[in-house]
Structures are given as structure tokens and as C-alpha cells.
């Protein structure tokens, strides 16, 4: 397999960087641990590179790769993933929901899912402080703030990734401790500290989540009309 940098150069001229529909390619493809990144990609009748796969470990899924998927060509995407995946494997694929159909041909996914990304629009963003917030390290040193009661988290965001240009944030929030704008103190503290290091924040959600979208939306978070595929599946013989 060739040098993983040498990889990553030949698909930068795929990828626009301060766009967010290629906010998690970029992130994923040019800037996970070397360690623990491999990279494939594709190329046309040029030589020029025209579709990736991503197989990352992630602190989030310690025993699950993450895949990453971006082809325009359905017929690179199948290629691409019988190249990378392992048959019997399961992963954890995100890619774009015109590739649905040729992702199935080689992964069993049992949920998919299509998921909204959200960037923080900030003439919406009212910032505001709550003392119950309490910022601790999270994993792979990437911060989260948490709300505690009864010395249990009841509330907590934080930062999934993070490039030069972008971060992508979560939150969660105990069903025990909802309607109380906790989940809302902690993405705003979060939100907060993202922009202060100079980077966009970007929340993405499943389409069906009613309540998550509301949350975003509340904080400043706008529909960039950008949708990911994903979901749980098994690489098939």
C-alpha cells in the first residue's frame, strides 16, 4: 500500500476545505492519527484521484472502524469498500445518500439513518454562562462540559473531531434531566469554546430528532442542507 501521505495528497484536490459537506471527509481523510487511519483511493483513466475510503479507529468506537466513503461514482464506491473492508467485519459507515444503494451491495446495514449537518450561525448565537457548567477533558484530550447532579452527568457536550477549519460537537442530555436547559447550557458553553479556537462548529443529527434539531436550532445552529448516510453494519462475503 502506498505511503499514507502520498495518498492524502492525491485526494486534496478532491475536497474543498471550508466547505461543511466536506468538513468530515477532510477531517477523516487528510487529518486522523496516521496510526490509526488507512487510507484507499481511486482513481479515473487519468490517474487522478476520484473517490476514498477512509478505515479509522476512533476513541468513540474502540472496536468498530469508522468508514469513510466519497465517490461521485457508484460503481468506485463498491470497488473502494471490497478493497478496504474485511467480510464478516462491522463498521460503522458514513458516506453521501446518493451512494445508499451501492453501499448495500457490499454492507449489511440493519439501521440506517440520514443524518442533517448544522453549522452555527453566529448573528443567532446568544452565549451565555451557566455555573453549573463544569469543563473537563474528554477523550483523546478533546474537551466536554458537563452538568452533574447527585454527583451522576446529567448533561454533557463536547467535541467528536476537530480540523483547522472545523468542530463537530454532540450533546447529551439524561431523559431524568430534560426540560430543564441543561442540554442547552452545555452545547452553548461548548459552542463557546469551538468558536473561540477560531473553528465553525457543525452539529449533525438524525433527520427524526425532533427534540436534538430543536436544541440547535434554540442555540444557533442552522440547516446547512447537507446530508450524511450512515449506520451500524457487516461486510458481506
Avoid at 487529518?31 to 475510503?53: I, K, M, N, Q, S
Avoid at 446495514?109 to 473537563?136: G, H, S, T
Wanted: hydrophobic share 45%; proline share 7%; glycine share 8%.
Amino acid at each position: 500500500m502506498a505511503d499514507l501521505e502520498d495518498l492524502r495528497q492525491k485526494v486534496r484536490p478532491m475536497l474543498h476545505f471550508a466547505a461543511p459537506a466536506d468538513a468530515l471527509y477532510v477531517y477523516y481523510a487528510l487529518y486522523h492519527a496516521p496510526r490509526r487511519t488507512r487510507l484507499y483511493v481511486h482513481e479515473d483513466a487519468t490517474g487522478r484521484a476520484d473517490g476514498f475510503v477512509a478505515v479509522c479507529q476512533t476513541g468513540q468506537r474502540l472496536f468498530q472502524p469508522t468508514v469513510i466513503l466519497r465517490t461521485p461514482d457508484a460503481r468506485a464506491a463498491t470497488e473502494l469498500l471490497r478493497q478496504a473492508l474485511v467480510p464478516g467485519r462491522p463498521y460503522y459507515l458514513i458516506t453521501t445518500p446518493d451512494l445508499r444503494d451501492a453501499v448495500a451491495t457490499v454492507v449489511r446495514i440493519e439501521q440506517p439513518e440520514i443524518n442533517r449537518v448544522y453549522r452555527l450561525d453566529l448573528f443567532r448565537f446568544q452565549p451565555f454562562i451557566n455555573v453549573l457548567v463544569v469543563a473537563e477533558q474528554g477523550l483523546g484530550g478533546l474537551p466536554r462540559f458537563v452538568i452533574r447532579s447527585r454527583g451522576e452527568v446529567v448533561a454533557e457536550a463536547g467535541v467528536n473531531w476537530r480540523s483547522p477549519h472545523f468542530a463537530e460537537v454532540f450533546v447529551r442530555t439524561m431523559p431524568a434531566a430534560q426540560g430543564r436547559g441543561w442540554g442547552r447550557a452545555v452545547l452553548t458553553t461548548c459552542t463557546m469554546w469551538v468558536v473561540r479556537s477560531a473553528r465553525q462548529p457543525l452539529y449533525v443529527v438524525n433527520e427524526g430528532n425532533r427534540p436534538s434539531i430543536a436544541l440547535a436550532e434554540a442555540v444557533g445552529y442552522v440547516d446547512t442542507g447537507v446530508r450524511e448516510f450512515a449506520g451500524e453494519g457487516v461486510c458481506q462475503p
